[in-house]
């Protein structure tokens, strides 16, 4: 009988639909191994030739505990190669502070709404969007966040995307919990084809993601590489009630190169802001790099 042991498995839950990558060993030859029989012996002997992985999730997940356990804090990351098809996680469903980069599901919940009452945003509406998106303006994310029914309807539109791990804050919106893995299935519904926005809302939620004010535009962007086009939404908050120190976190989208990598890292109880974003910059960076190199030789 054919013997197939399965040595890891990484699905992105609802962010792949039931898609999921698995490495197996079969007859007991690890994976990266090419077989082939040898010439000129009796029997047939079958010689086994070692190949260097495309990608190895195991070794990168040592990697990225090893630098985490030197920094200080606690950090998650999750990521995916939507073209490649390969997808990562270290913590990804460890919860952590939102802070900003709930303004992302706060527009995709106006939009939602928006569209079930079959109505566009008004001019005010996508002036606070912009502010709310583009600068990180939190007038215009307690504005939103009020006009959407505040938690009871941040939760309602998150069942429609899938988020079963938000917990939405029921007046601040920043002291709301999240998962990276959350987070990356909202990037994921804001870049892929179906799901409950319309091409156009998806579209415009992008769009403020890739135009926000340079000095905001640090994080995930990190990882991308010229010419590459980068969408993202970022967040910072020092924790009182939730934890010590600082949340710093970012989310996002970086296209370009024959790739298509959604990303989200996550961040608590950094010393400082500045300590915070150089470990989601690192960490993104890492996580990236390797899921381009297992893109490159895959192809």
Do not use: C
């Amino acid at each position: 009988m054919r013997r197939s042991v399965t040595v890891l498995g990484i699905a992105i839950g609802a962010v792949a639909a039931g898609t999921g990558i698995t490495w197996t060993m079969t007859h007991g030859h690890p994976p990266g191994t090419v077989h082939r029989p040898e010439h000129g012996s009796s029997g047939g002997r079958v010689v086994t030739v070692a190949k260097a992985p495309m990608f190895d999730p195991l070794r990168l997940r040592g990697n990225v505990l090893a630098y985490l356990r030197d920094r200080p804090g606690r950090a998650g990351v999750m990521a995916a190669d939507l073209r490649g098809g390969t997808a990562f996680g270290v913590n990804e469903t460890s919860r952590f502070v939102t802070a900003s980069v709930i303004k992302v599901d706060i527009l995709a919940a106006l939009l939602l709404q928006h569209q079930r009452q079959g109505v566009g945003l008004s001019d005010g509406e996508r002036s606070l969007a912009g502010r709310m998106i583009r600068k990180s303006d939190n007038d215009a994310a307690d504005a939103l966040y009020a006009d959407i029914g505040r938690d009871a309807g941040l939760q309602n539109a998150n069942a429609a995307f899938g988020l079963g791990h938000t917990v939405p804050y029921p007046v601040s919106w920043g002291s709301s919990w999240t998962t990276p893995a959350d987070q990356v299935r909202l990037v994921r519904m804001l870049a892929a084809d179906g799901g409950p926005l319309t091409a156009a809302n998806r579209r415009y939620v992008l769009g403020l993601m890739g135009s926000v004010t340079p000095s905001q535009a640090w994080g995930i962007s990190a990882a991308a590489r010229p010419g590459e086009k980068v969408a993202l939404k970022n967040g910072w908050v020092p924790l009182r009630y939730e934890g010590n120190g600082w949340a710093v976190n970012s989310i996002g989208r970086i296209t370009g190169g024959g790739h298509d990598f959604v990303v989200a890292v996550f961040s608590g109880d950094s010393p400082t802001m500045a300590a915070g974003v150089a470990t989601v910059e690192h960490v993104s960076s890492m996580v990236v790099s390797a899921l381009r190199e297992a893109g490159r030789e895959a192809g």
